[in-house]
Nanobody
Framework: VQLQASGGGLVQAGGSLRLSCAAS????????MGWFRQAQGKEREFVAT????????DYSDSVKGRFTISRDNAKNTGYLQMNSLKPEDTAVYFC????????????????WGQGTLVTVSS
């Protein structure tokens, strides 16, 4: 499975961005997808996750109410809609596919994209 994240960029605080994660292979539609982020000098942290059908989602407290995760299995693509962005959201954002089941720990995700940089200016 190969994942390609895109949609990052520079945005002012309060603005919005939508990240996309394009996947190859059948594994995408059968597995949980997650978004993680890593700010400079910090550890990678969980952002959001969505199960294979889209019927279950979970978010970190820091983005709950502002970010929305979704997926289109027919297009093998996942999304992260980010609204009301804050400077503290600045990070490289990664999409990932879970090994099995669902979870928020990065070490349970088997496949990773290369990341896309989001920079939020104040």
């Amino acid at each position: 499975v190969q994942l390609q994240a895109s949609g990052g960029g520079l945005v002012q605080a309060g603005g919005s961005l939508r990240l996309s994660c394009a996947a190859s292979g059948r594994t995408f539609s059968q597995n949980t997808m997650g978004w993680f982020r890593q700010a400079q000098g910090k550890e990678r942290e969980f952002v959001a996750t969505i199960n294979w059908s889209g019927g279950y989602t979970d978010y970190s407290d820091s983005v709950k109410g502002r970010f929305t995760i979704s997926r289109d299995n027919a297009k093998n693509t996942g999304y992260l809609q980010m609204n009301s962005l804050k400077p503290e959201d600045t990070a490289v954002y990664f999409c990932a596919i879970h090994s099995s089941g669902i979870g928020t720990s990065a070490n349970t995700y088997r496949y990773w994209g290369q990341g896309t940089l989001v920079t939020v200016s104040s």
